[in-house]
């Protein structure tokens, strides 16, 4: 199969969600190799592998936004982009999500709150889907999005540079994240009912 740009760009994201998930979790020490840390300060360690992770999650944000940017620019929007679209998404942020709570760099309740979250909404499109109709994205939903986007990106540089002003930015952003993904929900199970219950 030919695939177009956005399909490519998409096929991109997860492939660089895969090498997130590799750097992250792979035991490297086992091994033999040491990964390089920085020292900020007396109290601040960096682990070089969440910087990298950092970069190649904001290098695989913009691949979200073009794919989907162009395929309706370009009318190139395709049963299969759509699909691989949605599955991209929740393997890169879903997995760093669990990650990073595994880790202990955020609490497990953002990450569970999240996957539950994007479950019953998916399940609610699905069904809207299979009698023909289409669910539009909220604002509640987007503004989640991007606070969610922002705040793993900041997780992922140790919160840098607002760490040292002991401002907890990207902790906030992922709670602001966690209570829209729960107004978001709602709002979805609300305005679709009537299709669930039909």
Not at 83 to 101: E, F, G, P, R, T
Not at 144 to 162: D, E, Q
Not at 175 to 180: D, K, P, Q, S
């Amino acid at each position: 199969m030919k695939m177009n740009l956005p399909n490519k760009l998409t096929i991109v994201r997860m492939i660089l969600a895969i090498v997130i998930i590799i750097l992250l979790v792979f035991p490297f020490d086992a091994i033999g190799l040491e990964i390089p840390k920085l020292f900020v300060n007396e109290t601040l360690v960096i682990d070089i592998k969440y910087i990298i992770s950092g970069v190649l999650f904001i290098l695989a944000s913009v691949t979200d936004f073009l794919d989907g940017y162009i395929a309706r620019k370009y009318n190139l929007v395709t049963d299969f982009g759509k699909m691989m679209d949605a599955i991209a998404d929740k393997v890169l942020v879903n997995s760093v999500l669990i990650i990073l709570a595994a880790s202990g760099f955020i609490h497990p309740i953002i990450a569970v709150i999240v996957v539950v979250r994007d479950t019953v909404v998916n399940s609610i499109k699905m069904v809207a889907s299979s009698k023909g109709k289409v669910v539009a994205a909220i604002k509640s939903g987007k503004i989640k999005t991007a606070s969610l986007m922002v705040g793993i990106v900041l997780t992922l540089f140790y919160n840098l540079p607002f760490e040292l002003l002991n401002f907890k930015v990207s902790d906030f952003l992922l709670v602001i994240a966690a209570v829209l993904s729960l107004v978001s929900a709602c709002q979805y199970y609300v305005q679709n009912k009537h299709l669930i219950f039909e």
